[in-house]
């Protein structure tokens, strides 16, 4: 069964993943995702139904357009390709640590709470690919998310009657999001409020989950994009005056946290006697 629900939210994620490269596409540039329907860039020709398939399409046709034969980048599959990944990773990872959720008495209330962190996978990559292509961090995806995941885990919180992980995702959203906004203050050139309203969005899931997934998620982004940072400057492809965008690491660490934070946290504790 669990097995067969991985699978399915593969499956699911690569529907969600040919839906996120007009998300990235569209939404940078203020355009609406639903209107007009899809059209290959260079002749502008509606791309047909049988050619909209996630991934099969692009490698049956090549990568190309089918009437004018433009290049259609290899990004489109692999975005979708990674969301299926990841969407099933998220599902892995839930059912694997359902009693840790202390949502196992009931099936309702684990759902939901499911449902956000797939919520936010898929946003995850939307948002990181729009910071590098655009460095911004565009407030018609990151403001909603705050509705739907105090939404959805206030939700299951009701159905449980488990509001302390409902306390701790709001004390994990207020936490970040004044850290990062005191960040911003004292360094303006280093932290944008992009960046600060993201914050916020993530210390909400990575509170639901415990205090341990929130301390290693948030030193987890400040660990990845320093490393990645140092790499350029020491190979000359950026310097210390370059305009990095922190989004993408700020979202690859809290998912560090999600996945792994507790174990982490629980390991750290250990090594110096406190756990």
């Known amino acids: 069964m669990d097995a067969a629900l991985i699978i399915l939210a593969g499956i699911f994620g690569l529907l969600i993943g040919s839906f996120l490269n007009v998300v990235i596409c569209r939404v940078p540039n203020g355009r609406s995702i639903v209107t007009p329907p899809s059209a290959c860039p260079g002749c502008g020709a509606l791309i047909r139904p049988a050619d909209n398939i996630p991934v099969i399409s692009w490698l049956l046709l090549r990568g190309r357009c089918r009437q004018c034969r433009t290049s259609i980048s290899v990004r489109y599959p692999i975005v979708e390709l990674g969301t299926a990944v990841f969407f099933a990773a998220t599902v892995g990872w839930a ?3 359902r009693p840790s959720f202390a949502l196992a008495g009931s099936g309702v209330g684990f759902a ?3 449902v956000a962190y797939l919520y936010l996978a898929a946003v995850s990559v939307a948002l990181a690919l729009i910071d590098l292509d655009t460095h911004t961090l565009p407030d018609r995806i990151v403001l909603p998310s705050y509705v739907v995941g105090a939404s959805l885990f206030g939700t299951s919180s009701v159905v449980t009657g488990d509001y302390e992980s409902l306390l701790g995702a709001c004390i994990g959203m207020g936490a970040l999001w004044l850290f990062y906004l005191l960040l911003a203050v004292v360094y303006p050139g ?9 914050a916020g969005v993530l210390g909400l899931f990575l509170g639901w989950l415990g205090w341990g997934p929130l301390v290693v998620g948030a030193f987890a982004a400040f660990l990845l994009g320093g490393t990645y940072a140092i790499v350029l400057v020491v190979t000359r492809r950026a310097n ?3 305009g990095i965008p922190f989004g993408p690491w700020m979202l690859a660490g809290a998912w560090v946290g999600i996945f792994g934070g507790q174990q982490l946290w629980t390991a750290y504790l250990g090594a110096f006697g406190l756990s």
């Open 95 to 97: 059912l694997f640590h």
């Open 112 to 114: 939901l709470a499911v």
């Open 190 to 198: 280093g932290m944008g409020f992009g960046d600060v309203k993201l």
């Open 240 to 242: 210390r005056k370059s």
